[in-house]
């Protein structure tokens, strides 16, 4: 693989296209889900039909898995029974999502080339028994997969069923690292392209220390496998993973072209993973090169689940740069790969699928259709159970489906979530930097910070947006960045230009510590930030278990509580207020030191947030400056609906005046919420039927969800 193809470049940004409604329908919320048919008998597929109509599907993923079935061995092909499926599929007016079927090499291609097989940290070999066995960097497997890819495009080009193509599968799900040989010279090449000569690498990689200092480029191997308890260079395993994402770019952009030169007309995504913690690609990225964003997000058991939903769903909403985008999996109910796999309560498979349409998502699909009866996945929950039709989770199903359907007809489809007054920050880099094991403390994290400001924003009655850092942040009325280790000069600039023309800045602790190749800003922490946010500070106090007697917590005088983590902030500018201070034993040092602070920087404001407070800290801590910094609500007609208890959501129309209000139960009790439009759908609601068609009053049940529309002017 040359350089040409695996070049550390973002590429020309592609035209958002959505796939368009089969012949004779009306856009429709599209709704379905990944539907693996030669897991079943024919006669299963007529059944499978009748009850996808029941539950008003339009679309559905399928061959995801297939290139066993669809090429048997290296020159047979097979397409009469996808051909069938999808003649059945069509004829019920059900669009097809049509994946590459690339996902997963045949056994005999494995047989055939070894060599296509990724290789682990050690070298040791990657074996078939699972799926997604294969190296992007293999010259072998691209070929192999351009092939199925051409054959697939000319195959079905003139289908008019298939109105979208499914690329791969979760790019990077299992093979995300690849150790081989040909990994190793595409990094090579990525190196060349991105440093052009091998001191740079050197001065980027920082390796005069433990005399890493290499003098050709034949030198650079990957992170390989190094011994327990040592420590890899920080930069190049940053570097590393920026490449893995490039290389797997690189190769899905193969498929993708290879497909698009035969049917230019069909749009065509691959869906992320932007769910819990594995955000595994640089997807605000990779969003550039897709025609429409499409997402998989798999819930968060406990108390996070709906905060985290929306917050994942947001950041997709911020990659896809507020355009309507695809959920492409999610499940009915519960997993098959946590270790105790709970299921949703009553009315989650409802709530969880509004939410994500509250945030911008225009297709509602679940992995998977009918439950697996064989294979790792038999566990695995989905739209028919293995109970069947007579099942609470079917009725469910079907209610989503006509749930979905009014929302179609009332205008929310192509409709956009409104802008929020605040933008949280998110950076794909600081997070894979900050997972290296040499740093203060492993509780310094880059996922869980975020999602905690916009939790305790919600506390607040904010819905916020997530931004990726490459997006438009600096277009909002307040922005928090929240642990972003990794500054470079550029976006600091950006802050500084933000903050000084009147923006409102939420800095927190572990935030603007390294530039982008994860070298430290000298002269004193936040080094990118310090003039901005008017705090100097010279060590951390990271906070652990280790002093018996003294608890692995220090309070604050305003009453919030900070864990893992304190910045000891030696010094404020004349600038600079202190909103609160710690109070612990004198013998720490901590006694009296600011904890958080607000600086004036030229028309702006900037709040330093020194310590892990998590979402209560924060909400008791920003609840009070929201009002005085002029933030304390939501543009939007949800404004004084908002409170701790309910998350509300808008989507706006293409006219700009209707407004389609979302509002969530975000407790286990009972919540009432005032209607101030017309009832569209709604669910585990009492009063609803009363409300229809009226405003009113609507008491949400937990999970409870009511959805409205409205030209009320928005209140501001
Ligand atoms: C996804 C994958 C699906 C299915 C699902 C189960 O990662 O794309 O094929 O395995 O997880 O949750």
């Excluded at 507020?322 to 109910?333: A, F, G, I, V």
């Excluded at 989770?393 to 409709?415: H, I, N, P, T």
Aim: charged content about 25%; glycine content about 8%; proline content about 5%.
């Amino acid at each position: 693989m040359t350089s040409k193809n695996v070049a550390p470049t973002e590429g020309t940004e592609r035209t958002y296209r959505f796939p368009r409604p089969l012949a004779g329908h009306q856009p429709t919320i599209w709704y379905g889900g990944d539907y693996n048919p030669e897991q079943w008998p024919e006669e299963v597929w007529d059944d499978d039909i009748r009850l996808m109509r029941k539950a008003k599907v339009s679309v559905v993923s399928l061959a995801i898995f297939s290139w066993a079935r669809i090429q048997p061995g290296p020159d047979t092909w097979d397409f009469a029974w996808l051909d069938k499926v999808i003649a059945k599929l069509g004829a019920a007016g059900i669009a097809v999502d049509l994946a590459s079927a690339t996902a997963s090499p045949a056994p005999w291609l494995t047989n055939l080339h070894p060599e296509i097989l990724p290789r682990d940290a050690r070298g040791d070999v990657v074996w078939p028994g699972a799926r997604q066995h294969w190296r992007p960097t293999s010259p072998v497997f691209r070929t192999y997969a351009l092939e199925m890819c051409r054959r697939m495009a000319e195959h079905y080009k003139d289908n008019p069923y298939v109105v979208s193509w499914h690329v791969s599968n979760e790019y990077g799900c299992h093979n995300f690292f690849d150790y081989s040989d040909d990994a190793q010279n595409a990094f090579r090449d990525w190196a060349k392209v991105k440093y052009g000569t091998i001191d740079a690498v050197n001065d980027a990689w920082g390796t005069d220390f433990w005399a890493q200092r290499m003098t050709s480029f034949d030198q650079i191997i990957p992170p390989k496998f190094i011994g327990e308890g040592n420590f890899m260079n920080p930069t190049k395993l940053l570097d590393y993973k920026r490449f893995s994402s490039d290389a797997l770019k690189a190769f899905y952009e193969a498929e993708r072209d290879t497909l698009q030169e035969i049917t230019p007309d069909k749009p065509l995504t691959t869906n992320f993973m932007v769910s819990g913690e594995s955000v595994v690609l640089d997807y605000d990225d990779w969003a550039r090169q897709v025609d429409f964003v499409s997402n998989d997000h798999y819930f968060t058991p406990g108390t996070r689940h709906l905060d985290e939903l929306a917050y994942a769903s947001s950041l997709v909403d911020g990659m896809s740069r507020k355009k309507p985008w695809w959920l492409m999996e999610q499940s009915t109910s519960a997993v098959n790969w946590r270790t105790v796999n709970y299921r949703k309560r009553p009315g989650e498979l409802l709530r969880d699928s509004y939410a994500h349409v509250a945030m911008g998502a225009d297709a509602v699909c679940y992995f998977q259709w009918r439950q697996s009866a064989a294979g790792a996945e038999k566990f695995h929950s989905s739209m028919v159970p293995h109970a069947g039709e007579d099942s609470q989770v079917f009725r469910d199903v079907c209610e989503l489906g006509e749930g979905l359907g009014k929302l179609s007809e009332a205008g929310v489809v192509g409709s956009t979530l409104a802008k929020s007054r605040v933008a949280v920050v998110f950076d794909g880099d600081s997070k894979w930097a900050l997972e290296h094991t040499a740093t203060p403390t492993q509780a310094l994290q880059s996922w869980t910070e975020p999602l905690d400001w916009f939790t305790a924003l919600l506390d607040c009655g904010v819905t916020a947006d997530v931004v990726p850092i490459r997006g438009e942040w600096d277009s909002y009325d307040a922005v928090v960045l929240p642990t972003v280790y990794l500054l470079s000069a550029a976006n600091a600039e950006r802050v500084r230009t933000y903050v000084r023309n009147g923006g409102k800045v939420f800095v927190t602790y572990g935030s603007g510590i390294s530039n982008e190749a994860d070298h430290i800003w000298l002269g004193g922490y936040p080094g990118a930030l310090r003039d901005v946010t008017g705090v100097r500070i010279e060590e951390f106090n990271p906070l652990g278990d280790d002093f018996p007697g003294v608890d692995a917590k220090v309070k604050l005088d305003n009453g919030a509580v900070a864990r893992d983590w304190i910045d000891v902030i030696s010094s404020t500018a004349s600038t600079c207020e202190v909103l609160a201070r710690y109070k612990a034993d004198e013998d720490t040092g901590l006694n009296d030191v600011p904890a958080i602070t607000l600086n004036q920087f030229g028309q702006g404001q900037a709040v330093y947030v020194g310590a892990k407070l998590g979402s209560k800290g924060i909400a008791k801590s920003i609840a009070p400056l929201l009002a005085r910094l002029g933030l304390a609500s939501r543009a939007g007609v949800d404004t004084d609906a908002a409170g701790a208890d309910v998350m509300s959501v808008t989507r706006v129309a293409a006219d700009g005046k209707t407004r389609f209000v979302f509002q969530f139960n975000r407790t286990r009790h009972n919540v009432a919420v005032q209607v101030r439009g017309t009832v569209l759908v709604s669910s585990h609601a009492v009063n609803a039927a009363g409300a229809a068609g009226e405003s009113g009053e609507v008491t949400l049940q937990p999970a409870g969800v009511v959805i409205y529309e409205t030209d009320a002017v928005p209140e501001k």
